[in-house]
């Protein structure tokens, strides 16, 4: 274990050497803040969470020897106690710990809990969106925030290099008309719908900075990552039923919302109905597409089918080639308010959120004559740069975070 510990602090110093970027995700101050013993970050691959660990500790007044960060899905970690690894490192002064991937340790939640009930240490750790951390016993010892990809506010602070507020939905859906100069404003040259209309395509993953011509790919490369490595593992699905999964991510990709029936679409991809679901779950666990349900499911009284999306408008251009704009709309819109908020689709409007707002989505000319006689409604349009009274411009959701 003294070996593991030493090649553990030789690969820490070959990462601390690597360049970091200046700029801190939305998390970033809660972690640094958190008095949790354990404090966990979750989400999808590729947006940001190792970033996340080295800049905490870089930022961090513990003296370098006595904090580490590992990986647990690199070689020297297969079949190693985790425990026995961090008693280690704490019993030579180790204070502070960033576990990368726990979910690839054996074993990963007894040995978490075992840390946190026997050692005298801090712990940031790691884990895939898709990772069910279920247990009663172990998940009262730990503080637990969830990552998301970037979003658009964040991608136009990294493109220029400023700061944007955030704003609650509350206060975009009823202050629009305040909150939008402020922000255009800050941009060099105002022009908010064509880096709107960027951010569709690119930049939901923080690593398409590092080389923007192999974004796409790199998109790609993370979705078979997650579909061959992650659910593979923590699902034990067969080799064979991975491609299945890839077939219903472009199935979703291609069509409209509730184009096709559950049953439809479970003999598109060539699986049972219940297999289907199974795998949608599967999916939507992994942040690779958003599963959005009727409202009137949460009183079982009525049997809808379910809308199904992909979970950014970037997996768009890695998964087809033509791209339906009310589709890329609504996506959108899903992909930012999810984060934070209750989502369904309803009969009159498109979605309702928190059971309170009825929002309609659409081009700059839709109306409002779908939803005139709903309290507390909204149009939200797309193509507009300003919006009046209860019609809010689409782009400026995602400033949500």
Request: with cysteine; aromatic share 12%; net charge neutral.
């Amino acid at each position: 274990m003294i070996k593991l510990l030493e090649n553990a602090k030789r690969l820490y110093t070959l990462k601390q050497n690597q360049t970091l970027p200046t700029y801190k995700r939305y998390l970033y101050k809660n972690l640094i803040d958190s008095t949790a013993k354990l404090t966990a970050v979750y989400g999808s691959r590729g947006i940001g969470k190792t970033t996340l660990m080295m800049q905490l500790l870089n930022e961090s007044t513990i003296a370098n020897s006595s904090k580490i960060y590992i990986s647990c899905d690199h070689s020297m970690f297969q079949g190693v106690s985790l425990f026995d690894f961090v008693d280690e490192f704490s019993k030579r002064g180790g204070e502070l710990i960033c576990i990368d991937e726990v979910h690839e340790a054996t074993n990963f939640e007894q040995e978490l809990k075992s840390i946190y009930d026997f050692l005298d240490i801090k712990v940031y750790f790691t884990g895939s969106s898709a990772l069910h951390l279920t247990s009663p016993d172990f998940t009262r010892r730990y503080s637990m925030y969830h990552l998301y990809p970037l979003s658009f506010k964040e991608y136009l602070e990294l493109t220029f290099d400023i700061s944007i507020p955030s704003y609650t939905l509350e206060e975009i859906l009823t202050n629009h008309e305040n909150i939008v100069p402020t922000i255009l404003k800050t941009l060099p040259n105002k022009k908010i719908l064509k880096f709107y209309d960027e951010f569709l395509k690119v930049g939901a993953y923080p690593f398409y900075f590092e080389d923007k011509t192999k974004y796409i790919d790199r998109i790609n490369e993370t979705i078979n990552t997650i579909l061959h490595t992650d659910l593979s593992k923590l699902f034990s699905i067969q080799a064979d039923k991975i491609d299945t999964l890839k077939k219903l991510l472009i199935t979703i990709c291609v069509l409209k919302p509730l184009e096709m029936s559950i049953e439809k679409l479970a003999s598109t991809v060539g699986i049972t109905k219940a297999t289907l679901y199974k795998y949608i779950e599967y999916l939507g666990d992994a942040e690779l597409i958003n599963h959005i349900t009727h409202e009137g499911k949460r009183f079982k009284a009525i049997r809808k089918s379910d809308k199904l999306y992909l979970a950014n408008t970037n997996l768009f251009e890695a998964l087809c080639i033509n791209q339906e704009i009310g589709t890329l709309r609504e996506t959108y819109f899903v992909s930012h308010v999810k984060t934070h908020h209750q989502i369904y689709y309803v009969d009159k409007g498109d979605f309702l959120i928190d059971e309170k707002y009825t929002v309609e989505i659409g081009g700059k000319n839709k109306s409002f004559n779908q939803i005139k006689d709903i309290q507390n409604s909204f149009v939200i349009s797309d193509d507009i740069e300003i919006g009046y009274a209860n019609k809010v411009p689409l782009w400026l959701v995602g400033f949500l975070y």
